[in-house]
């Protein structure tokens, strides 16, 4: 037995250190995982921040350019329809409908506005890639809500969807819901 007493102790410390060994994988497995996810939720609160920022930066131009809030008595109206329509992601693209930016605006409303300021003698005029640039989005939807004289925040967003007579149109309710829902939850955050 004396003679088999090294091999045998070699044999339990080779177990001990496999044993060892696989736990410490597991270990350090865990905490891989535990940094993914973790790295995941950090990744997620920078998009939510970003999200935010966005947010303030509607929110600042729009009161800085935008009257209808004090006209319409209402707040964050442009900044709810940029959210229903993007979540204010200025590089939100639909391609089946060719929208783009943070208002979601098709060719057909750039060339609406164009149409619009030249029936006013006004020599400016927006491109397809304006739609990219959110200051020029809301200049857009400025443009539009007074020229076609929107009175309601409800008129306003039903128009914004459904074009100059969407007020009329069913298929815009819905649309206007969510936009009341998005207002009401920015009312309730004051």
């Known amino acids: 037995m004396k003679d088999y007493l090294p091999y045998i102790l070699v044999v ?3 177990i001990f250190y496999v044993v060892s060994e696989k736990d410490t994988q597991q270990q350090i497995k865990t905490l891989e995982n535990k940094i993914e996810t973790q790295s995941d939720s950090i990744i997620n609160s920078y998009k939510v921040i970003d999200s ?3 947010e303030i930066d509607t929110l600042i131009i729009e009161s800085e350019i935008w ?3 004090i006209k319409h008595n209402t707040t964050h109206l442009l900044s709810s329809i940029m959210f229903v329509e993007s979540s204010y992601n200025d ?3 639909n391609a089946s409908e060719d929208a783009v930016g943070c208002l979601q605006i098709r060719r057909t409303m750039v060339d609406d506005v164009n149409r619009i300021l ?3 003698k006004s020599t400016k005029m927006f491109y397809y890639e304006d739609r990219w640039s959110r200051a020029k989005s809301i200049e857009m939807f400025d443009v539009y809500c007074k020229y076609y004289n929107l009175n309601t ?3 306003i967003a039903r128009c914004w969807n459904g074009g100059p007579r969407g007020i009329n149109n069913p298929n815009t309710i819905s649309y206007w819901n969510k936009v009341e829902k998005k207002l009401e939850e920015n009312y309730a955050l004051k």
């Open 153 to 155: 925040a409800e008129e």
């Open 67 to 69: 009257d209808y809030n």
């Open 91 to 93: 590089s939100a693209y």
């Open 12 to 14: 339990i410390a080779t």
């Open 52 to 54: 935010l920022y966005r």
């Open 118 to 120: 030249k029936r006013q």
